[in-house]
């Protein structure tokens, strides 16, 4: 608990890049018929889901241009291997394919996030360093998330700009607890 109130003070006063409002997604299906919607994709949201099976998607539809950011990264438990490497894509409208973050292929790396103090494989992003580099033209835009067998926990990021009401720090506090015992179980590490 002491960890989640530090969190939720840091984040409640300091703003800087890699401090995403966390999001517990506790559905297991999010088909491209019935995506998971991201409101204000600039604004920086760590979505922790579990793929059971099938892809997720995720829908951003907005108005006017926007700053686009997405990075894809999985909880590190311990000493414990990279369990699942995931890729996602980012489609048009049409479900073409503008970008692709390749998890398969790309050399995941530990890192320290500071505010919520866990540990994550770092896989790949479409922006760099946690920030946009691309502006999207006004639209609608989905994110595919999968891997090889569709399976596994994974955090999506999206957005780099930190706005945290008081009611995401309160809701922070309750939902932080259940994301660290969901995502960093020991008893899910197959060599811990």
């Known amino acids: ?36 919607e991201i409101e204000e994709p600039e604004i920086s949201k760590a979505i922790y889901s579990t ?12 108005a006017i241009d926007f700053d686009f950011y ?34 398969e292929n790309f050399d995941w790396v530990p890192w320290y996030e500071e505010y919520g103090k866990q540990w994550y494989w770092n896989g790949p992003e479409v922006g760099e360093k ?5 502006v999207f033209k006004a639209g609608t835009y989905y994110i595919k ?4 067998t ?8 999206v957005g780099d700009i930190e706005q945290f009401s008081f009611t995401d720090i309160v809701g922070l506090i309750f939902s932080m607890g259940k994301i660290e015992d969901e995502f960093w179980d020991p ?3 197959s060599n811990g």
């Open 1 to 36: 608990m002491k960890k989640i109130l530090s969190a939720a003070f840091l984040l409640a006063f300091l703003t800087q890049a890699y401090a995403h409002k966390p999001v517990l997604n506790e559905s297991s299906t999010y088909p491209a018929d019935a995506p998971y």
């Open 51 to 62: 793929l059971t099976g099938d892809p997720h998607y995720y829908r951003i539809q907005s």
């Open 70 to 103: 997405a990075g894809i990264l999985a909880a590190k438990i311990g000493e414990c291997a990279l369990e699942s490497k995931f890729s996602f894509e980012v489609l048009d409208s049409e479900f073409d394919k503008i970008h692709l973050a390749d998890g």
């Open 130 to 134: 946690f920030l946009s580099n691309e």
């Open 145 to 148: 998330v999968f891997n090889k």
């Open 150 to 157: 569709n399976t596994g926990q994974y955090v999506i990021a």
């Open 187 to 189: 008893d899910k590490c």
